[in-house]
């Protein structure tokens, strides 16, 4: 297993050698065309939030479409998402945006849009739209377009040539939930230890996806094994490796480029030093609330209304929002379809009644004596922590107070 491995990783790095995603050209300036609509800053370090006094589609179709599409991209590479509200979009316009954000902001010229390899042959939507439904899920329990969603994730770093910009619109929520949480891979570098992070500087990472296939071959899908965007990103193998730290060359900014949901191994280091790195690195993410953006996707529009999300992955990384586990009797849902009914917050009271009044009495009195020693016990307890928190305080007050507003790991 180890030495296949290496002989992937091998292969790999002669493939990958010339993508060129090390470095940065010179960063594209904002044009500022898209500021004659009112927009403001979701979070401080990541998110653009536009009202639906300023439609998509009336963008792709204007006559300075290029001008307002570049400024867009680059305002997705510096807030790293932006979100739309009340958008009317359609599939082929989507498709067009998508394209020219990619065209106006420097990619290949041999990319375009990305194939998913789970995608199905009979997609509605065609092969360029990952569409994923509770109906789909229900038909297929094992479906693969939910096991990386439920990990902290950019999109398709499994490809040699991984996604830059990402649309998303969402026509179906549940009555509650479904939300989406996109952190900043700028600030989540911010928060390295400037040695630590010239560590990683020239560390590679492998990447794979494997369980798509496997799940793929269980399920009966197809995988995609042709040209899937990019003639690079091609065949059955989803592995490729990717620089740990990564310049986005729209805005020449470097990011943490590691996520949980692809990236297995960091290169040159031994597997327990990098399981430990990349767990630490996972945490900077996931634990680091301020520097990530929760977006509640709205509801109640008029059919082919919703909102939309885009959202640079070279920069991001995403997740869905923390639901309920399900016992193993109730199905799981997709984020997008999931049912609140299948999982009760609190077990309700019993209304089953004794049929003996005198025990019914007894038990009563025994519950209730019961219940004041556990009471007496439970402020003799508290009593005893606040005698104890005090002493605290004033002990390690002063070493609390002077402590740095940033905490790096000391153990590299």
């Known amino acids: 297993m180890a030495s296949t491995l290496t002989q992937t990783i091998d292969s790999l790095t002669q493939k990958v050698g010339t993508l060129g995603v090390r470095g940065s ?3 594209i300036p904002r044009n500022f065309s898209l500021d004659k609509w009112q927009s403001f800053e979701v979070t401080p370090f990541i998110g653009q939030e536009f009202s639906s006094d300023i439609q998509l589609s009336q963008i792709v179709n204007a006559p300075n479409a290029d001008e307002l599409i570049k400024d867009l991209a680059v305002l ?4 790293g998402v932006v979100f739309f509200r009340a958008q009317d979009i359609n599939v082929d316009d989507q498709k067009t945006l998508g394209k020219r954000l ?3 902001s420097g990619k290949p010229g041999d990319s375009t849009l990305h194939i998913h390899p789970t995608t199905e042959l009979s997609s509605s939507k065609g092969d360029q739209i990952s569409v994923i439904t509770s109906e789909r899920q229900s038909r297929n329990i094992g479906d693969p377009s939910r096991l990386a969603s439920q990990l902290w994730h950019s999109d398709i770093t499994f490809e040699p040539v ?3 910009y990402a649309i998303l619109k969402v026509h179906t929520l549940p009555p509650s939930g479904g939300d989406t949480i996109w952190a900043s891979a700028y600030e989540a570098y911010s928060r390295l230890s400037p040695d630590f992070a010239k560590f990683l500087e020239g560390k590679e990472a ?4 494997t369980f798509f296939s496997k799940a793929a071959e269980q399920y009966g899908i197809e995988l995609r094994t042709g040209k899937r965007g990019s003639p690079l990103n091609e065949g059955p193998s989803l592995s490729a490796i990717h620089p740990v730290i ?3 060359p729209v805005t020449g900014w470097k990011g943490l ?3 949980q949901g692809f990236t297995r191994r960091i290169l040159g280091v031994t597997k327990d030093e990098s399981d430990f790195i990349l767990d630490y690195l996972f945490k900077v993410t996931q634990n680091n609330h301020d520097l990530q953006v929760r977006f509640k996707w709205g509801v109640n529009y008029p059919t082919g209304i919703a909102d939309v999300a885009i959202w640079d992955n070279r920069s991001t990384s995403h997740s869905v929002s923390p639901l309920f586990f399900f016992p193993s009797s109730f199905p799981f849902f997709l984020w997008r379809c999931a049912n609140p009914h299948s999982f009760l917050l609190y077990r309700p009271r019993s209304t089953m009644k004794n049929s003996s009044g005198s025990a019914t009495a007894s038990f009563r009195s025994v519950r209730n004596l019961t219940l004041t020693f556990w009471l007496l016990r439970g402020v003799r307890h508290w009593a005893l922590l606040c005698l104890l928190k005090g002493y605290l305080v004033k002990c390690t007050g002063p070493r609390l107070a002077s402590r740095p507003s940033r905490t790096y790991c000391s153990e590299f």
């Open 25 to 27: 050209t010179q960063p």
């Open 76 to 79: 997705i590479s510096q807030r």
């Open 102 to 104: 990619g065209e106006l």
């Open 162 to 164: 991984p996604s830059d």
């Open 206 to 209: 492998f990447h794979e996806a």
């Open 246 to 248: 990564r310049v986005n």
């Open 257 to 259: 480029f590691v996520n």
